[in-house]
């Protein structure tokens, strides 16, 4: 019943900027870590950025100063800030969270649909 829905894709030349969100809904008890992730074609998914619910961050190296996340842990959902995009950056982004249904389950790892970046050049 937990659901990830993400928005805010799209074309952008390079330079610009797009901010992404991503809305957690169901039962949940908990989410511990929510992120981005992104994975163009032909390559492996990799890490964008991740946010826990106390604000601790971790950026790739290749987002950092560019990109930026954060959340609004009463409305369960996740942002990201993406600023002097690159061509490189063209990729599908997923929204990713860590959570628990109830307290003493163990948190897992749920996934969004994803959402298409493309940065012209």
């Known amino acids: 019943q937990v659901q990830l829905v993400e928005s805010g894709g799209g074309l952008v030349q390079a330079g610009g900027s797009l901010r992404l969100s991503c809305a957690v809904s169901g039962s949940i008890f908990s989410i511990l870590t929510m992120g981005w992730y992104r994975q163009a074609p032909g390559k492996q998914r990799e890490l964008v950025a991740t946010?826990?619910?106390?604000?601790?961050?971790v950026y790739a190296d290749s987002v950092k100063g560019r990109f930026t996340i954060s959340r609004d842990n009463a409305k369960n959902m996740v942002y990201v800030q993406m600023n002097s995009l690159k061509p490189e950056d063209t990729a599908v982004y997923y929204c990713?969270?860590?959570?628990?249904?109830?307290?003493?389950?163990?948190?897992?790892?749920?996934w969004g649909q994803g959402t298409q970046v493309t940065v012209s050049s």
């Open positions: 946010a826990t619910t106390g604000g601790s961050t």
């Open positions: 990713n969270a860590n959570l628990k249904t109830t307290h003493g389950s163990p948190p897992y790892s749920k």
